[in-house]
């Protein structure tokens, strides 16, 4: 089974985002921060991160920026979930090297669930 982590700090979503995903058949792990998730990559690598970019402290792009750093985290398929959608953080997510961006009020929860399988396959 395919383990994702999904960074988001607010509760309503996580939670929302997390059914939708488990149920279309992935173990899914929220974690509240981007330090969070820091520490859980110490223990174990997800298959693929959704990431949010507005976060408490260290805010995605910094996230991704550190990760990136890292050769064991950078292979880390990263798909960008996020209310902010200027062109310029889509194309500095992009520059990041993620996946790909979904901006929550374009997307339905079913359509996330078809680019996190494009981003595993």
Not at 21 to 26: D, N, Q, V
Not at 27 to 52: C, F, N, S, W, Y
Not at 75 to 98: A, H, M, T, Y
Not at 103 to 110: D, I, L, R
């Amino acid at each position: 089974m395919k383990h994702i982590f999904l960074i988001e700090d607010d509760p309503f979503l996580s939670e929302m985002y997390a059914k939708k995903i488990s149920g279309a058949g992935f173990e899914v792990e929220i974690l509240g921060t981007a330090e969070d998730a820091l520490r859980k990559l110490e223990q174990t690598q997800p298959d693929l991160i959704l990431l949010d970019i507005v976060l408490p402290k260290m805010d995605g792009f910094e996230f991704l920026r550190t990760i990136k750093q890292h050769e064991v985290y950078q292979k880390i398929p990263v798909l960008i979930l996020s209310n902010v959608g200027q062109k310029e953080e889509i194309q500095r997510g992009l520059e990041l090297g993620v996946k790909g961006y979904i901006v929550k009020a374009q997307f339905t929860p079913s359509e996330i669930i078809q680019k996190i399988n494009q981003a595993l396959s």
